[in-house]
């Protein structure tokens, strides 16, 4: 990904100084951050179009991933940071439940791995765990996620806990 960015500014600065360059990053992300507090998820084209007429020289593709990473933004600063399971999470979590290891494939729970790898959350996790399981309620799904990332936190603390007593 890096090097993909890079890439493109080295194109860029053909024909533009970094100041323009830095200034036009940080226009888009003024852009995709108003739109991430603006605007729901159901957000359309047309309605950011309608109520940004200074969007006019964009195209609907260009738009779209606005939406698209204002969506992103949205979702990230809304779940608390203690609702994302790591890697390690998702293999312990397999590891216990094992109707959840048994249904879906093995490419499947890879998939799940990934996600969580890339920040995922609790309820996205739940969710394509659902699915891969297809039994059992979403709703259980969420609760034994929750449930195993509080004693993982109560673990944590205990660990971490600084006792005086005995001094």
């Known amino acids: 990904m890096y090097k993909e960015i890079e890439r493109c500014i080295g194109e860029l600065r ?6 323009e360059i830095a200034g036009a990053f940080s ?3 003024q852009i995709v951050k ?40 949205r979702h990230k600063r809304e779940a608390p940071e203690e609702e994302y399971l790591t890697v390690e999470d998702m293999q312990e979590l397999f ?22 790898a890339h920040s995922t959350t609790v309820e996205e ?18 609760s034994t996620m929750r449930e195993y990332l509080k004693e993982k936190r109560e673990k944590e603390r205990g660990s971490t806990d600084w006792s005086t007593e005995g001094l």
Not at 14 to 19: E, G, I, L, P, S
Not at 58 to 72: F, T
Not at 125 to 142: F, N, P, Q, R, Y
């Open 125 to 142: 996790l739940a969710g394509m765990i659902w699915i891969c399981t297809e039994h059992g309620s979403i709703d259980d799904i969420e």
């Open 14 to 19: 053909v024909n533009h100084t970094d100041k």
């Open 34 to 73: 108003s739109v991430s507090y603006d605007y729901t998820d159901a957000a359309t084209v047309a309605e950011l179009r309608a109520d940004h007429p200074e969007l006019s020289f964009m195209d609907d593709d260009e738009i779209e991933e606005i939406l698209e990473q204002a969506k992103v933004m």
């Open 95 to 116: 590891r216990c439940n094992e109707d959840w290891g048994k249904a879906g494939s093995e490419q499947q729970h890879k998939w799940i791995q990934i996600a969580a």
């Open 27 to 29: 226009e888009y992300f």
